[in-house]
């Protein structure tokens, strides 16, 4: 079923920004999944064939690493994981530019910390970057510098969902689109064979927080609650986000479509100046 504000959205979103999590990328035991990751890159690979612009923010370093060094559990020494998240980055870019290279693309690996979009020169800089690797027909994907970043790794605050919609908001790509593990907001418990995924939500409000409980698993940082965090830091620019299942196959092309998919979080009014976002999300307060 096609919805048509769905289609207006995704007809004149000309840059994209996609967030995929570990969750997403890895295996039951942990290890990262390759053929998950060749899929996504043919399906981001589609939406550059259709002229759209696509950034995509990639979790899963540590998970890749601990793939390749053969661990069970996530370390839990800052250093180590520091060291298994660098073994893992190269890993993991490479994956996606074994795709993309194949169709004659490029990935362009941008790695972030907090203080890169809180000064405001950087922030500048970082957005004329990625600008620039979009003109060059790149695609950048964008992961948290987990080798230096320590509170990144420590706390929630730096998560990808977090780091996702500050791109968002620094390109102001009018849409985001968060792959996850489920697909999309339910109102119950996903376990719940009761519970359905709402296919809209037009304003993201207490009500609509006290549907998630953030779960922690020992390869992701992230959860719905954080998702719906950044989904409001999107939607309260000016920009639309949608949260689908990144498991199941051309997910992607299903959203381009205008399929009801996941759930839509809807714009609230028009698109923020650049200047008043980073002020609201990214400066230092």
């Given at each position: 079923m096609t919805d048509l504000l769905r289609q207006e959205i995704v007809t004149t979103a000309t840059t994209i920004v996609v967030k995929v999590g570990t969750r997403v990328l890895s295996r039951d035991d942990g290890t990262l999944d390759q053929e998950r990751i060749t899929r996504l890159a043919e399906e981001l690979n589609s939406l550059l064939e259709v002229g759209k612009r696509v950034v995509l923010v990639s979790s899963g370093a540590v998970g890749a690493g601990m793939s390749q060094l053969e661990m069970?559990?996530?370390?839990?020494?800052?250093?180590?994981?520091q060291a298994v998240a660098a073994i893992g980055q190269t890993n993991l870019v490479e994956a996606y530019d074994r795709t993309l290279r194949s169709h004659?693309?490029?990935?362009?690996?941008?790695?972030?910390?907090?203080?890169?979009?809180?000064?405001?020169?950087?922030?500048?800089?970082?957005?004329?970057?990625?600008?620039a690797l979009l003109s060059l027909g790149a695609v950048p994907i964008i992961n948290e510098n987990d080798t230096v970043a320590v509170d990144e790794l420590k706390t929630t605050?730096?998560?990808?969902?977090?780091?996702?919609?500050?791109?968002?908001?620094?390109?102001?790509?009018?849409?985001?689109?968060?792959?996850?593990?489920?697909?999309?907001?339910?109102?119950?418990?996903?376990?719940?064979?009761?519970?359905?995924?709402?296919?809209?939500?037009?304003?993201i409000n207490d009500q609509t927080m006290s549907l998630v409980r953030d779960q922690q698993t020992g390869v992701s940082k992230g959860g719905m609650a954080s998702k719906l965090e950044a989904a409001r830091m999107?939607?309260?620019?000016?920009?639309?986000?949608?949260?689908?299942?990144?498991?199941t196959p051309n997910v992607l092309a299903d959203?381009?479509?205008?399929?009801?998919?996941?759930?839509?979080?809807?714009?609230?009014?028009?698109?923020?100046s650049p200047k008043k976002r980073w002020i609201a999300f990214s400066a230092q307060p």
């Amino acid at each position: 079923m096609t919805d048509l504000l769905r289609q207006e959205i995704v007809t004149t979103a000309t840059t994209i920004v996609v967030k995929v999590g570990t969750r997403v990328l890895s295996r039951d035991d942990g290890t990262l999944d390759q053929e998950r990751i060749t899929r996504l890159a043919e399906e981001l690979n589609s939406l550059l064939e259709v002229g759209k612009r696509v950034v995509l923010v990639s979790s899963g370093a540590v998970g890749a690493g601990m793939s390749q060094l053969e661990m069970d559990q996530r370390p839990t020494d800052l250093a180590t994981l520091q060291a298994v998240a660098a073994i893992g980055q190269t890993n993991l870019v490479e994956a996606y530019d074994r795709t993309l290279r194949s169709h004659g693309r490029h990935a362009a690996q941008v790695l972030l910390t907090a203080e890169d979009l809180h000064d405001r020169t950087r922030y500048l800089n970082v957005r004329n970057t990625i600008l620039a690797l979009l003109s060059l027909g790149a695609v950048p994907i964008i992961n948290e510098n987990d080798t230096v970043a320590v509170d990144e790794l420590k706390t929630t605050f730096g998560d990808n969902d977090r780091l996702a919609a500050m791109v968002t908001n620094l390109l102001q790509a009018p849409l985001l689109v968060v792959l996850s593990d489920v697909d999309g907001l339910y109102d119950g418990h996903p376990a719940d064979h009761a519970s359905q995924v709402i296919p809209t939500i037009t304003q993201i409000n207490d009500q609509t927080m006290s549907l998630v409980r953030d779960q922690q698993t020992g390869v992701s940082k992230g959860g719905m609650a954080s998702k719906l965090e950044a989904a409001r830091m999107v939607t309260s620019a000016g920009e639309n986000v949608i949260i689908a299942s990144g498991r199941t196959p051309n997910v992607l092309a299903d959203i381009m479509q205008g399929h009801v998919t996941g759930t839509l979080f809807v714009a609230q009014g028009k698109s923020v100046s650049p200047k008043k976002r980073w002020i609201a999300f990214s400066a230092q307060p």
